[in-house]
């Protein structure tokens, strides 16, 4: 579970509250702001708006105000970070594209820009605008991450896992950082060294399923069953619903015999998910050394309907 990194981003400027309003409540610096006409109050009151989740309202408002003031990068930037999180992208790469016109040093800018081509599948855009952001701001972690990120989509791993790494060296509780590192090196065979990242975005992030089902993985691959069998039973605690952690417990189950538990498993990850074709292989084998023969049959017909391959099936 690879993640790209949202950022929050809109407070370019230093913004006071209403004299009359609590600090960050926005909906009392709405209605201070709503009726105000003077350039200040304006973005004022868009970014409450942002603040509040009203992005199209935002928007206008930081229209009416790149109007009033448009050599004011902050507007622009800030109207192309909502577009960001009504996923225009287009309409952001164009606030960003002037908003770097009128400081082509804002880090940020190129960085968000990036965020915006990326999600249109621009990756070698993203990583001009990515390498942009480190090289004006060279201990921005998450940009070094969603480069990173970029290169990882590309198949570039070592330039991926470079970038990750400086991520983490900039900031040593970035989980995400972490675990897609580990994703690389398990990939690549690597079962120790991604073993060591998971527990690393498991510590910084013990609620996250997916990391001990990978670090579960891990410790399968490794012979550590026992500690296998644990994690998958963390991510089932965290996640009941998750049938892949029900099926590599239950092929775990399957490889240190035990049958009874390996059967109840697989069932459960096949009630949770139908289509979970290697759980059908799974409880293949485990039916067939139990003797029951017709009911192998049967899970062996469901895999092959589901596209499985008939020499093996993956954890």
Not at 172 to 200: C, Q, T
Not at 302 to 308: H, R, T
Request: net charge negative.
């Amino acid at each position: 579970m690879k993640v790209l990194v949202v950022l929050s981003l809109l407070s370019l400027s230093i913004l006071g509250q209403h004299k009359s309003c609590a600090e960050k409540d926005y909906s009392c610096q709405v209605n201070a702001y709503k009726n105000s006409s003077d350039a200040d109050s304006i973005f004022r009151l868009a970014y409450a708006y942002s603040e509040l989740g009203r992005r199209d309202e935002a928007i206008r408002t930081y229209t009416r105000y790149v109007e009033m003031e448009p050599k004011d990068e902050a507007g622009y930037f800030n109207r192309g970070w909502n577009h960001i999180q009504l996923k225009q992208y287009n309409l952001a790469i164009k606030d960003f594209d002037r908003a770097i016109e009128l400081d082509p040093k804002d880090g940020e800018a190129f960085h968000n820009r990036g965020f915006a081509r990326s999600e249109l599948g621009d990756r070698k855009g993203a990583i001009e605008d990515l390498t942009s952001a480190v090289a004006l701001d060279a201990t921005n972690a998450e940009a070094f991450y969603n480069r990173g990120w970029q290169y990882d989509e590309l198949g570039e791993t070592q330039l991926a896992t470079a970038d990750y790494s400086k991520a983490i060296e900039l900031d040593p509780n970035y989980s995400e950082a972490y675990f897609n590192r580990g994703l690389i090196s398990d990939n690549a065979g690597n079962h120790a060294a991604a073993l060591k990242d998971y527990s690393e975005a498991i510590r910084i992030k013990p609620d996250d399923p997916d990391a001990y089902i990978n670090r579960g993985n891990m410790h399968y691959e490794l012979g550590d069953y026992d500690h296998a069998i644990a994690d998958y039973s963390l991510a089932i605690k965290l996640s009941p619903r998750d049938s892949v952690a029900y099926l590599n417990r239950g092929s775990t189950y399957y490889t240190m015999g035990r049958d009874n538990d390996a059967v109840r498993d697989l069932t459960r990850a096949l009630k949770l998910n139908p289509k979970e074709k290697d759980a059908y292989y799974w409880r293949a084998l485990v039916y067939r050394r139990m003797g029951k023969e017709k009911k192998a049959a049967e899970d062996d017909k469901k895999y092959s309907e589901l596209g499985g391959d008939s020499e093996e099936s993956d954890i």
